[in-house]
């Protein structure tokens, strides 16, 4: 059974940092893009970043500079580390694992909250 388990969400003021986690099972994790994407209210969810099985890492405009994706294959966890949050990032964060640009596997999603 795949599982995707998403953590290090919650509340922070603009300008603040958080690291989500998303400890990943029932996968092949080094083969395994891996992604984060979020959900605003009302709005379409969005990939923010992803990270090749080879390490290679993509960024949405918004995340660049910003946001940073990595991976450790022996603790099969993907990490997106966000700093210089801003109100405009409140959104829920959910990790995705799949092949290329295609996502077979979401986890739950986490709620980040950034407050002005």
């Known amino acids: 059974q795949v599982q995707l388990v998403e953590s290090g969400g919650g509340l922070v003021q603009a300008g603040g940092s958080l690291r989500l986690s998303c400890a990943a099972s029932?996968?092949?994790?080094?083969?395994?893009?891996m992604g984060w994407h979020r959900q605003a209210p009302g709005k379409q969810r969005e990939l923010v970043a992803s990270?090749?099985?080879?390490?290679?890492?993509n960024y949405a405009n918004s995340a660049k500079g910003r946001f940073t994706i990595s991976r450790d294959n022996a603790k099969r966890t993907v990490y997106l580390q966000m700093n210089s949050l801003k109100p405009e990032d409140t959104a829920v964060y959910y990790c995705?694992?799949?092949?290329?640009?295609?996502?077979?596997?979401w986890g739950q999603g986490t709620q980040v909250t950034v407050s002005s």
């Open positions: 995705a694992a799949g092949r290329g640009t295609f996502y077979t596997y």
């Open positions: 990270i090749s099985s080879g390490g290679s890492t």
């Open positions: 029932g996968i092949i994790f080094s083969i395994s893009t």
